[in-house]
């Protein structure tokens, strides 16, 4: 579910966004769609199945612990991010909900003071029919109806609830590595 404090995340994602130069150029509907992309990402990562939570780590456990707890070399949690988390399911879906906090951001958008236009129960009951709903309720944000974003983060938020993704967890670990990275992550935009 969304967690309280959400404009506090929003205004962190959106201040290292400005920051990595990806607001030099606003084009609302380029934001749209590189979002959508992020999804569609997740998706690719379902297919081959990717996921991080099957990885296990060189210390024991699981990667995504070590990373959070520090039990690590120096050096290597990068490394041990690049590897075992990044384009993984939980990565690409964190990637998804980073991309809509920055574009509330961008845009303004009060996340506290919105309401979902739509159940969760309403994207239906099949995972990919789920997914394909998220991707609906992102297409259709425009700069003219911004609380939408609030409905992508609100479904993605109980979608990867359902799917047993600390989403949370997975957006703090993207933002760290994301802040390592150079402007536009070494892309035009």
Not at 51 to 58: G, L, Q, W
Not at 122 to 149: V, W
Not at 153 to 164: A, D
Request: charged share 30%.
């Amino acid at each position: 579910m969304i967690k309280k404090g959400l404009n506090a995340l929003r205004d962190d994602v959106h201040e290292n966004a400005v920051n990595k130069g990806f607001w030099e150029e606003v084009n609302v509907s380029r934001f749209v769609l590189l979002i959508a992309s992020e999804l569609f990402e997740a998706l690719e990562a379902d297919r081959v199945n990717n996921y991080a939570r099957d990885v296990e780590s060189p210390f024991g456990g699981s990667v995504v612990h070590d990373l959070e707890t520090g039990a690590k070399c120096s050096g290597l949690p990068r490394d041990l991010f690049i590897h075992h988390v990044k384009s993984t399911f939980e990565d690409e879906m964190a990637d998804t909900f980073i991309r809509l906090l920055d574009l509330a951001g961008g845009l303004g958008v009060d996340l506290e003071d919105c309401n979902c236009a739509v159940g969760y129960e309403k994207l239906g009951s099949e995972f990919y029919q789920k997914l394909q709903n998220i991707a609906f309720s992102i297409i259709t944000i425009t700069s003219d109806f911004p609380e939408k974003i609030f409905d992508a983060l609100y479904y993605i938020s109980c979608f990867c609830e359902e799917q047993n993704v600390d989403l949370y967890r997975h957006v703090d670990l993207k933002m760290w590595y994301n802040g390592s990275r150079e402007r536009l992550h070494g892309k035009r935009y």
